[in-house]
């Protein structure tokens, strides 16, 4: 059963809140949530980068966990505004199982 099939078999048992819910998430969805993050095929393997930028959304929460400040990061990557690290962790926020699946994909390579 794939998941279109799913949804359509599940409307009829919800409430019209929840249809709303759902109809917010899918627009949500289809629209662009994240100004100043983009991806593009590729670009850093198709990877969530700073938009003006080849800087990976990965790498800056990878940089953070370690324990760099946001001072830090700006230091370190001039081309940054306080508002592209904003966005960042927006985005990671958001799509936590991709970002993290990223670090450990680029840690293994590193220690390939």
Same mark, same amino acid.
């Given at each position: 059963?794939?998941? *279109?099939? !799913?949804? !359509? @078999?599940?409307?009829?048992?919800? /409430?019209?809140?929840? !249809?709303?819910q759902v109809a917010k998430w899918i627009s @949500? @969805?289809? /629209?662009?949530?994240?100004?100043?993050?983009?991806?593009?095929?590729?670009?850093?393997?198709? /990877?969530?980068?700073?938009?003006?930028?080849?800087?990976?959304?990965? *790498?800056?929460?990878?940089?953070?966990?370690?324990?760099?400040?946001?001072? @830090? *990061?700006? !230091?370190?990557?001039?081309?940054?505004?306080a508002e592209d690290l904003t966005n960042a962790?927006?985005?990671?926020?958001? /799509?936590?199982?991709e970002v993290e699946q990223e670090i450990l994909?680029?840690?293994?390579?590193?220690?390939?």
């Amino acid at each position: 059963m794939t998941a *279109l099939q !799913k949804v !359509k @078999d599940l409307l009829p048992e919800m /409430s019209p809140g929840e !249809k709303a819910q759902v109809a917010k998430w899918i627009s @949500d @969805d289809l /629209s662009y949530r994240f100004p100043g993050i983009e991806k593009t095929p590729g670009l850093c393997g198709g /990877s969530a980068c700073i938009v003006r930028t080849r800087i990976p959304v990965w *790498l800056l929460v990878e940089a953070r966990q370690a324990g760099a400040s946001e001072a @830090d *990061l700006l !230091k370190s990557y001039p081309s940054l505004r306080a508002e592209d690290l904003t966005n960042a962790w927006a985005y990671y926020r958001a /799509s936590k199982a991709e970002v993290e699946q990223e670090i450990l994909e680029n840690e293994e390579v590193e220690a390939g």
